[in-house]
């Protein structure tokens, strides 16, 4: 017979499981006739699946333990030892399946297809089921502000449309546990540390992108005005925590990039609710 546990402790919870979170969401989607975004919104997961299977990990698709779309993009969740493969060479595939798909691409849609791409860890609600409520916590909301963030958003207006379709961000911890331990087998040098704030959220972040062209060649992958998170000396340097909005009450949610202020407002974490607006 087990002994009861002590009820000073019973507050105390477990760890919900690590999981590796990718997100993608479509350039410019709104800019095409609302007959022909239906069709869109379909072909976005048929495009990650294809990308899988370019390059042979097909059935790191069917391992998804809990997936939806957003609209614009969609996002799935995987074991966490999974995490390399979608850096290297997923990133890669998906910029090459994006090329087949753009240069047979009909003349209804408003330009080619280019996708942000947003990768994250950290342990977050899965039930293995897809069920609601899976893909909440913390660093979902981690996820999609990095995917919101300036740096990637801009690696995509600052290039040719017609060459660089795919512009990815990840989290520190993702660079340290895959980039940086070399699991990956990408060398860190193709990757440039970056400061992202999208609403409360600040932390460091990476930026990678498989085919650079266009002003990302000449001026490199930071807004001229921009750079490298305060106190980050540019080499992966932890930066310092951020400070709490000013006004109101917030709380502060640990994440993978660090800490996340949620402000006064209420955060909706849920996978099938889609990415906040």
């Known amino acids: 017979m087990s002994t009861p546990m002590d009820p000073r402790y019973t507050g105390v919870s477990a760890l919900p499981p690590y999981r590796a979170l990718l997100v993608v969401d479509m350039k410019d989607y709104s800019g095409n006739a609302g007959r022909y975004q239906t069709e869109l919104t379909k072909l976005i997961p048929e495009i990650m699946q294809a990308a899988f299977e370019r390059v042979g990990l097909g059935w790191i698709w069917d391992r998804k333990t809990a997936h939806n779309g957003t609209g614009d993009g969609y996002a799935i969740v995987l074991p966490p030892e999974l995490l390399p493969h979608l850096l290297n060479p ?3 595939a998906l910029q090459e399946e994006l090329e087949v798909r753009n240069r047979n691409r009909p003349h209804t849609w408003n330009g080619p297809i280019r996708f942000r791409v947003s990768v994250n860890v950290g342990p977050i609600s899965d039930s293995g089921d897809n069920e609601i409520g899976d893909g909440s916590g ?3 909301v981690v996820l999609h502000r990095l995917l919101d963030s300036s740096p990637v958003r801009h690696l995509l207006t600052g290039s040719d449309p017609e060459v660089t379709q795919v512009a990815a961000i990840i989290s520190r911890r993702v660079y340290e546990d895959a980039v940086e331990a070399r699991f990956a087998d990408d060398p860190p040098t193709l990757y440039v540390v970056a400061g992202a704030e999208v609403k409360t959220y600040q932390g460091q972040a990476y930026l990678r992108v498989p085919k650079p062209s ?4 000449v001026q490199g992958f930071l807004k001229p005005d921009s750079g490298p998170e305060p106190g980050s000396s540019g080499n992966g340097a932890t930066p310092p925590p951020p400070s709490p909005p000013s006004g109101g009450f917030g709380v502060q949610i640990n994440g993978a990039s ?5 402000g006064s407002g209420t955060q909706n974490n849920t996978l099938h609710q889609g990415r906040d607006r």
């Open 90 to 92: 997923y990133l890669a």
């Open 138 to 140: 913390a660093e979902r």
């Open 214 to 217: 266009g002003q990302l060649l």
């Open 258 to 262: 660090g800490p996340v202020y949620t």
